[in-house]
Nanobody, 127 residues
Framework: QVQLIESGGGLVQAGEPLRLSCAAS????????MAWFRQAPGKEREFVAG????????YYADSVKGRFTISRENAKNTMYLQMSSLKPEDTAVYYC????????????????????WGQGTQVTVSS
C-alpha cells in the first residue's frame, strides 16, 4: 500500500513559479511509476508529468513541457512538480498518483493505470 499526500498549492500570478510536493509513505521501489495529473473545473482529469521512482525516465504533457519539471528526493520519499511560467490555464486541482511496477510507455498517460492517488492540491493562477 502507498499513501500519497500533496502540498504546495496556492494562488499565484501568471508567470510566477510554484512547487508542489507529494509525500509517499509505504512501499516504494525504484521500478514503481509515479505521476502528476490535474483537473480543471468542468474538465476531465489530464496527465501532466510522470516518472519512474528511480528518476531515470521522465515524461511530460506537451502543454507543460519546458515549463514544468518532475523530480523526486529518495531520502524523503517525496516527489516534486516544479512549475514555472504559470498560466491561467494551469489552474486546476493537482493530484499525484502511483502504481507498483513499470507502465508500458504508450499507457503512461492514462489515469486508469495508476492505483494510488492523493487528495489533490488546488493551484490557481491569476492573470
Amino acid at each position: 500500500q502507498v499513501q500519497l499526500i500533496e502540498s504546495g498549492g496556492g494562488l499565484v500570478q501568471a508567470g510566477e513559479p510554484l512547487r508542489l510536493s507529494c509525500a509517499a509513505s509505504g512501499r516504494i521501489f525504484s521500478s514503481d511509476s509515479m505521476a502528476w495529473f490535474r483537473q480543471a473545473p468542468g474538465k476531465e482529469r489530464e496527465f501532466v508529468a510522470g516518472m519512474d521512482w528511480s528518476g531515470r525516465s521522465t515524461y511530460y504533457a506537451d502543454s507543460v513541457k519546458g515549463r514544468f519539471t518532475i523530480s523526486r528526493e529518495n531520502a524523503k520519499n517525496t516527489m516534486y512538480l516544479q512549475m514555472s511560467s504559470l498560466k491561467p490555464e494551469d489552474t486546476a486541482v493537482y493530484y499525484c498518483a502511483a502504481v507498483y511496477g513499470v507502465i508500458p510507455t504508450p499507457l503512461r498517460r492514462l489515469q486508469s493505470r495508476y492505483d494510488y492517488w492523493g487528495q489533490g492540491t488546488q493551484v490557481t493562477v491569476s492573470s
